[in-house]
């Protein structure tokens, strides 16, 4: 495994433990693990470009679903600059609230750059 490839799975972990974090503090560091400064994400309800912006949807995220989890459900697909994985949310009695996928693009260093999320399965075909 490429120094690249580990970079890019301390990225995604960090990016989850983003997402489950409810201290503003260590949801910072997690975000400075995670991301480039120019990050930018996107999914069907939410946007947010840079920390701070990333930091209030999280909280915000935190206030709609309070004890709720984010879970990687498989393995890190990578090539080039990209990364695409399957995550879920879940309540806090087990209830599978949303699951999805995020597509990523990677940074020189590892971290994210952009993530575009799809919530759901793939449609089928018409």
């Known amino acids: 495994m490429t120094t690249a490839t580990n970079n890019i799975e301390q990225a995604v972990e960090s990016y989850f433990a983003m997402w489950n974090e409810t201290d503003p503090e260590r949801r910072a560091r997690c975000i400075a693990e995670a991301w480039e400064p120019d990050c930018r994400y996107v999914d069907p309800l939410l946007e947010a470009a840079g920390y701070s912006?990333?930091?209030?949807?999280?909280?915000?995220?935190?206030?709609?679903?309070?004890g709720h989890r984010f879970a990687l459900t498989s393995g890190l697909d990578t090539h080039h600059d990209r990364v695409r994985f399957a995550w879920e949310l879940r309540a806090p009695d087990g209830t599978l609230t949303v699951e999805g996928i995020d597509l990523g693009e990677v940074g020189p260093e590892g971290r994210l750059r952009s993530i575009t999320g799809f919530f759901g399965p793939v449609p089928a075909a018409a």
């Open 53 to 66: 912006a990333l930091d209030q949807m999280v909280a915000g995220v935190h206030a709609q679903f309070p």
